[in-house]
């Protein structure tokens, strides 16, 4: 069992920037792809970032391309997820999943989830 705690969520401008952390459980941490998703209210959990085991690759929404990167630190068994340039339309509950499998950008691949961060951009 794999359990994971999203951090850094919060209230912040328009422009402004975030960091959202995922702390995860288990010695095998590293053999686990690892995505970001999150969910506005009224709408469908949608694919945000995904990095592979070793971090080699990385996966992003069109929508947040240049403005989030996506990072992990094995040996810390966390994933971040910098986000820059931070939008109205970037509110939402971020949630960091894990898979077992290569990096995926719908939610049904994930096998492991976090309880969500809100995220919230005013304008």
């Known amino acids: 069992q794999v359990q994971l705690v999203e951090s850094g969520g919060g209230l912040v401008q328009t422009g402004g920037s975030l960091r959202l952390s995922c702390a995860a459980s288990g010695r095998t941490f590293s053999t686990y792809a690892m995505g970001w998703f999150r969910q506005a209210p009224g709408k469908e959990r949608e694919f945000v970032a995904a990095?592979?085991?070793?971090?080699?690759?990385?996966y992003y929404a069109d929508s947040v391309k240049d403005r989030f990167t996506i990072s992990r630190h094995n040996a810390k068994n966390t994933v971040s997820l910098q986000m820059g340039s931070l939008k109205p339309e970037d509110t939402a509950v971020y949630y960091c999943?894990?898979?077992?499998?290569?990096?995926?950008?719908?939610?049904?691949?994930?096998?492991?989830w976090g309880q969500g961060t809100q995220v919230t951009v005013s304008s």
């Open positions: 990095i592979s085991w070793n971090g080699g690759r990385t």
């Open positions: 999943a894990a898979t077992l499998f290569s990096p995926q950008n719908i939610s049904e691949a994930y096998d492991y």
